[in-house]
Each structure stands twice: as C-alpha cells, then as structure tokens.
C-alpha cells in the first residue's frame, strides 16, 4: 500500500506524458487530416499553411475534435480590401469541398492577396470521420443556425416537407450543435463582408445576396439561386443580417483534377463583395431619399 502511494505520482505523471503524446500538435493534426483529402495538392504549401493554423476557443466537435483554421491577411496597403471567411466539409460526406479549401490554403501561403481570407476546411469533422452529411449527433448543422423563424418553422419545415429526411435534421434546437456555434464565433470574430461555403453535388454557384450580374470570370459553375431554408447559414447571414453568403456547389462528388480552376474563383470573391455594396448602397440611398421627399 505504501509502496503504491509513493509510486502513484509517478504512475500519474507516466499516464499525463501518454496521454499528451496521444494528442497530436495541431500542426501535424491539420497535416494528417487534410493530406488525407483527395485530389493533388502542394505538400510544401500545406505544411506551410498548417504551421500556421489556430483553434478559437471552444471550437471543437460534439466528438471532441479540435476545429482549426488559417488566416491569411491582406496585402499590407491594399485600398478596400474585405474579408472573405470560407467554410468546406460543413457536411462530411461532401469530401471535394475540403479539397478545395485545402487548395485555397495551399495558395493563400504563396500569393499576397487583396483581400483577408480565414479558411475553416473542416467544420464538421465526425461527419467527415463518418462520411455522413450530418454531426455526431445527426444534425445537419447547415439547418442548425439560429435564424429568427427557428423556433417556429425549422422542424415544422423538416417535418413537413422534407418528411423527417434524418439528413436534413435541424436539430432540436437553435445553434443546440457545438460546430454551429463555433461557426457563429468564427462570423464574430472575423467579421467577414463574404461568406463562401463550400459543397456538393449540384454544379451550381448558389449567391444569397441582392441580384448581381453573374461573375463571368468563373463559367465553370453557373450562377443561380437555390434559395435558403429555416437554419441554413445563407438565411442566417443574408435574410437576418444583410451580409451576402456564396455556395459553392462542387459539381458531382469526386474531386475535381484541376483544383487550380478554383483559383479563378477565389480571384473573383472581392468584385462579387463590391458588387453587394453597390447594390446595398443604392438602396440605402433610394430609401433614404423616398423618407426625405415624404417629409
Ligand atoms: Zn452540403
């Protein structure tokens, strides 16, 4: 008995040392896990950007899986530069959009950009470990955001008209899920002007914003409005708070070879954020000017 009360420091201090080497560095964790992603990339470029990734506070999965992400500030000088926040893999079995987030990154630690760029690449990382479309707990967190119809039309939604698809489960209640809210952190602290969310299968770039005219630098997805749902972000963001929100929707769900026709799309971003504005401004204006010709 003595002998094992002097030893249990010991052994204690021996299981810690097991368990801290159990975890690995958040550098060689986001190498790991997006190496792992298909398609070709820049090994140099990535180890680059994961010498660089960070985790928010709190920022983690249902399954206890650290949620990262790299940022990339623009080019010191640049007038009007905004801030493009990228989510990918928000459904896990959506594996292309990962690839390309992961392409983003890669290049972000070569180039000197316009704009500021945070990339989370793997928002849902037990429905990637999973290959399912929803988290731990079987929520789709795209339906998971809190918008204000939540509480009266999500499930109602879900019940209805998706008739209870367990892929489409909002959850049962607003932000209930961990990667939800770390979502909404991340939309706090960086405060993006753009949101692109990355997914597949259907081919299409899905703008929530008001009508601009199609960036015709990018034809290889066509622009079109898919429209937003109770608890998806493009109504958290675009019909709650007037900030636009682009889905990609990777065409087909392999991994496209040239990942660098992405590149084009990334380019893109800031005219499609300034185009936003300018409508926005108009508006403001027009309304401003009907309230002064009432007074
Ligand atoms: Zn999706």
Known sequence: M??????????????????????????????????KLPGK??????????????????????????????????KEGVEGS???????????????????????????????PRNSWRVVPILNPDGLAKKTRMNGNGVDINRNFPTEDWDNLALKYWNEKTKKDPRRFPGKSAASEKETVCAIKHIEDFNPDLI?????????????????PPPRAFPKLPWKSLG????????????????PTLTVELHGNHVADKLEQFDKLQDITGDIVIQTEKILNEKKEEETSKKNSKK
């Open 2 to 35: 003595i002998l094992l009360l002097i030893l249990l420091p010991f052994i204690q201090s021996f299981t810690s040392l097991a368990e801290e080497n159990k975890t690995p560095s958040l550098e060689s964790f986001c190498y790991e896990e997006l190496n």
């Open 41 to 74: 990339h820049k090994d140099d470029s990535l180890r680059a950007a994961c010498k660089e990734v960070k985790v928010l506070e709190g920022c983690e999965s249902e399954k206890g899986v650290r949620i990262y992400h790299f940022d990339k500030a623009a």
């Open 82 to 112: 905004r801030k493009v926040l990228v989510f990918s893999l928000v459904h896990g079995d959506e594996i292309p959009s990962g690839s390309v987030a992961r392409a983003w990154m890669e290049r972000l630690t070569t180039i000197e």
């Open 196 to 212: 692109l969310s990355i997914h597949t299968p259907y081919g299409v770039l899905d703008f929530d914003g008001p009508r601009i």
């Open 228 to 243: 937003n749902y109770p608890g998806s972000l493009g109504r958290y963001m675009w019909v709650d708070r007037s900030k």
